[in-house]
Structures are given as C-alpha cells and as structure tokens.
Nanobody, 114 residues
C-alpha cells in the first residue's frame, strides 16, 4: 500500500518562505514523476509543480519563479520550496504521482496571512 505523508505546513506572512516535504513509501518512487498539488478553499485541487525521475521540472504559471520542486530518491522524498508567498497561495498542499494515481495523503495546510 502506497502511503504519502506531507509535512512542513504552517502560518507565514506574505513574502515569507516555507519548505514542504513528502515522504513516500513503496518501490515506485524513484521511477515515477512526482508532483505537488494544492486545494484552495472552495476550489478544485490543482497541479502546482512536477519533477520527473531524471530531475526535469515544470511549474504552474501561478508559482513559476517562486516555488522550487526537488526530490531525494534515496530517501523517497519530494520537496517544495515556496518563496515570496502570497495570500492566494493559502491552501492544503498534497503530493502524488503525476498524473495522480496513488491515494491522497492528509496534506499540509499552508496559510499566508499577516
């Protein structure tokens, strides 16, 4: 059973930074494209960034230049460094494969507010 556990969320002021982590169980990780998604209040879950097994990355326009996705295949972990955070980045953040094929974890709540 694949498990995805997100951590690192919290409350941050506009312009601040946070780093999210996602620990994944299972042998699929190193060969899979991994991604971060987010769900803002009242909206559908949306893709934020993905990273291929070889390290190629892509970002949604809304976060490009501010967020950085990375991975550690030895630790089965994917990260999301979020800089210059804006109130509209407030959401629950999830990781999953890209496309999303595994069961969703509980997510990490990120609140950007002064």
């Amino acid at each position: 059973q694949v498990q995805l556990v997100e951590s690192g969320g919290g409350l941050v002021q506009p312009g601040g930074s946070l780093r999210l982590s996602c620990a994944a169980s299972g042998s699929f990780f190193s060969s899979s494209t991994m991604a971060w998604y987010r769900q803002r209040a009242g909206k559908q879950r949306e893709w934020v960034a993905f990273i291929r097994s070889g390290g190629i990355t892509n970002y949604a326009d809304s976060v490009k230049g501010r967020f950085t996705i990375s991975r550690d295949n030895a630790e089965n972990t994917v990260y999301l460094q979020m800089n210059t955070l804006k109130p509209e980045d407030t959401a629950v953040y999830y990781c999953n494969t890209f496309p999303a094929l595994s069961a969703w974890g509980k997510g990490a709540l990120v609140t950007v507010s002064s």
